[in-house]
């Protein structure tokens, strides 16, 4: 409990609120940048091509600043336990272990081992769990998107919205991503799935779906990452989707707008976003961004600059799904911090923190549903009601609950027991999908030593039991 609620002074708030300035911290105080020009920095070509991929890549750029044990650290994870293959811009990197260690803080080992950007971004092997490294019930599509889609990349999993993966890619690779099965390169544990539908071919079906289906009326446009793919064809799928009278909500998803805001920057990037969201006003569609930022450090000013020019050419709103994680932003504290620094610092409004997926080895990430209600109490009362975000648990079959939404917990086995209202595209014929009950699982070293040795002696039985459930849907 200490993790998540932070200690607070006798008589003071628990929560102290300061308007932090926005900080870009100087990329020239590591060895391998220090002849970057302003004007590369803010070049998105340099940041692409300049994104750190490998070990021997970012020695590269922190050199002697951070030792060899945490390089060989990052290797060991690399070999035995990643589900992404590393992947980080420039501007992700630059926020790293910076306000603890400002320039000529001597050697950074340490203060990248600590940092939350670091944690999920370049996880190295001794971050992960020796005991429980993934939850028995933890799987590559943990909330079976695929058996959702309704055409390659289209799952149609709520009534009246759907999810379109473009593209399997992304300018950046979060070491916790939940859609691993798919998105980015294969690594030594596990190997990604392909589409198999020609990228055109694919994107015509889902706006044949679309066309077909008048039920749908939001389309969160994913991936992957849409700053991967090229302007005029996102652009022209953009147009397409305003063409079909049904849909009233666009939402377009990229980590980037934080992680690359240099793409977002870009002329050719202002003007399309101009085009497409003029059109959307006058059809009287919402056209939005959707971030995903998990630490306050990574909402710097050029974030907040690019949010600015999104909201002058008519965007609707650019709005951040977080991700819930221990070591990262699992206290109310830090989750308060970001949420100020994107509605005050940048003009994003904090609108979800997502509970880790049941992902493999993504147990030293996860928390309890407990402790997610514990945060979200904590984060009550200080931001705008409008602004405040909920925390939500993606349960798989069922969708986003809130975190108290949830209909029976058993505390001692960690698993919680929730209900939808809804029937997801693929239970259409199924009698009892209002009726039954569906499970989400608790990291097992968050559960009693009871719980922890009845995880031990029956996780196989309840894995059967699982299956044979889901074989009924
Ligand atoms: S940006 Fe999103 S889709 Fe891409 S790796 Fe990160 S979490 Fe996954």
Redesign the pocket.
């Known amino acids: 409990m200490t993790e998540i609620l932070d200690r607070v002074i006798p008589g003071a708030q628990p929560y102290a609120y300061s308007n932090h300035e926005l900080v870009e911290p100087d990329w020239r105080r590591f060895p391998g940048w220090v002849d970057v020009t302003d004007s590369d920095w803010r070049s998105a070509q340099w940041q692409r091509s300049h994104c750190v991929k490998n070990t021997a890549q970012l020695r590269g750029v922190l050199g002697d600043l951070v030792d060899d044990r945490f390089y060989a650290d990052l290797e060991a994870d690399i070999a035995r336990a990643a589900t992404?293959s590393m992947?980080v811009p420039p501007q992700m990197l630059n926020t790293m272990a910076w306000a603890t260690a400002p320039a000529g803080a001597g050697s950074l080992t340490d203060a990248f081992y600590a940092d939350p950007v670091r944690r999920y971004m370049l996880p190295v092997f001794s971050d992960r769990r020796t005991d429980w490294t993934s939850h028995p019930h933890s799987s590559r599509d943990s909330l079976h998107e695929h058996e959702m889609w309704a055409v390659e990349g289209l799952t149609h999993r709520y009534p009246t919205k759907v999810l379109a993966e473009l593209l399997p890619?992304?300018?950046?690779?979060?070491g916790?991503?939940?859609?691993?099965d798919l998105?980015?390169n294969s690594t030594p544990s596990v190997e990604k799935l392909k589409f198999i539908g020609k990228p055109d071919t694919r994107l015509t079906d889902m706006l044949d779906y679309l066309r077909r289906t008048p039920g749908v009326r939001d389309v969160v446009v994913?991936?992957?990452?849409v700053a991967n793919m090229p302007w005029p064809r996102l652009e022209s799928f953009i147009t397409e989707l305003l063409t079909i009278d049904n849909i009233r909500d666009i939402r377009l998803?990229?980590?980037?707008f934080m992680?690359l805001p240099q793409h977002w920057l870009q002329d050719e990037v202002r003007a399309g976003m101009e085009r497409v969201a003029t059109t959307a006003r006058n059809r009287g569609v919402g056209l939005a961004i959707h971030t995903?930022v998990n630490a306050a450090q990574s909402v710097t000013p050029l974030v907040a600059e690019a949010t600015r020019a999104m909201l002058e050419v008519g965007v609707r709103d650019v709005r951040n799904q977080g991700?819930l994680m221990r070591g990262v932003n699992a206290t109310v504290n830090d989750l308060l911090d970001l949420s100020f620094a994107l509605l005050d610092g940048a003009g994003i409004m904090p609108y979800y923190f997502y509970m880790c997926d049941m992902i493999p080895s993504a147990e030293h990430w996860r928390v309890a549903v407990w402790e997610a209600q514990a945060l979200q109490h904590g984060l009550m009362g200080y931001l705008p009601g409008f602004a405040t975000p909920r925390i939500v648990c993606d349960v798989p079959y069922v969708g986003k609950r809130w975190v108290h939404q949830l209909h029976e917990y058993d505390r001692e086995r960690g698993i919680s027991y929730w209900t939808k209202n809804y029937r997801t595209g693929i239970e259409t014929t199924d009698t009892d999908a209002l009726s039954r009950s569906y499970e989400y699982y608790d990291p097992i070293h968050t559960l009693s030593p009871v719980g922890q040795q009845w995880w031990r002696e029956h996780a196989h039985e309840s894995i059967a039991g699982a299956e044979a459930t889901h074989a009924q849907h």
């Open positions: 992404m992947l890619t992304c300018p950046q690779y979060c916790h991503c939940t859609r691993m998105v980015g994913s991936g992957g990452d998803a990229s980590k980037a992680a995903h991700v």
